[in-house]
């Protein structure tokens, strides 16, 4: 596979100790790495000199761990410095990309797609009700909340926005990998009420075809939804009946933002109702 990841710490090719994207954030994988017994090591800084990833030389090849999620500790500093290794920087949002990458590659090659989900009607409809909402893209980041195969994604990629996209389906995020929809740069395996652990507020995000919010599944989609304002200044979210519009109004003034609902002629099932809500 690809190894940015590699070429940025000058290697030819590196494992990650965590074994999967949403990992990133157990301090488990820090003490597993700071006991490994290297002779050669390497550390990522950041523009700002923070440490992003730190790798070790054993006889089976490098290993590293990312740290774009949690702090390093002392004791993996201290096993970095006994073997005097040497420090690399590199732009935080690139290292990112690389991570995203790299485990978006890894499920790839080891998780079977789902079916194909798409139906070529949603396309259209999704292009034109965000179009509707935004008009067209400058390059700016929007993030893809529960993106299943990546309609959504390729959507926002097509109007001129940088998706970054989310699920926690590993065989919908295969499938989205397999067909292009999804590019392993933009995509997280990721539990969406976590989102804020993984990364920076962006400047837009959408939820589409969020729902069926009922009384049993209020709870989820409350916390989807709070993570969702959390990490983004702009929101949109579609659902398929009114009621449940009251709810996602109902989260976004809890979470301090202002909120328009409008109907959406163009779609009476999925995305019936467009939910904006922004930053005051």
């Known amino acids: 596979m690809p190894q940015k990841a590699a070429e940025i710490l000058g290697l030819d090719a590196v494992a990650f100790i965590e074994p999967s994207f949403a990992a990133l ?99 259209g409809i ?52 397999e067909k292009g929809r999804l590019l392993p740069e933009e995509t997280m395996c990721i539990d969406a009420t976590q989102v804020a652990a993984y990364t920076e507020p962006v400047p837009k995000a959408i939820g589409i075809m969020m729902g069926e919010i009922n009384t049993f599944s209020s709870e989820m989609w409350h916390a989807i939804a709070a993570g969702l304002f959390a990490v983004s200044r702009e929101t949109l979210i579609t659902v398929g009946t009114e009621p449940e519009t009251h709810r996602i109004e109902e989260w976004a003034k809890e979470a301090g933002r202002s909120i328009e609902i409008r109907e959406n002629t163009g779609d009476v099932f999925y995305d019936h109702w467009l939910c904006v809500a922004k930053e005051p």
């Open 25 to 123: 954030t157990d301090p488990l994988y820090t003490s597993l790495l700071a006991a490994d017994n290297g002779d050669e090591g390497r550390m990522l800084v950041d523009e700002n000199e923070d440490p992003v990833a730190v790798a070790f030389h054993e006889k089976a090849g490098w290993i590293a761990g990312s740290f774009l999620c949690r702090p390093p500790s002392v004791d993996l500093i201290d096993a970095f410095e006994q073997v005097n290794g040497e420090i690399y920087q590199e732009n935080r949002a690139i290292w990112a990309a690389a991570i995203r990458e790299y485990f978006s590659l890894l499920l790839k090659q080891e998780v079977p797609p789902a079916f194909e989900d798409l139906n070529p009607v949603r396309k």
């Open 126 to 177: 999704l292009s034109d009700a965000i179009a509707g909402v935004w008009g067209k893209g400058t390059g700016e980041t929007c993030i893809d909340c529960g993106c299943g195969s990546g309609v959504g994604s390729l959507v926002l990629r097509e109007l001129g926005y940088t998706p970054l996209s989310f699920d926690n389906d590993p065989a919908l995020l295969s499938l989205g990998l």
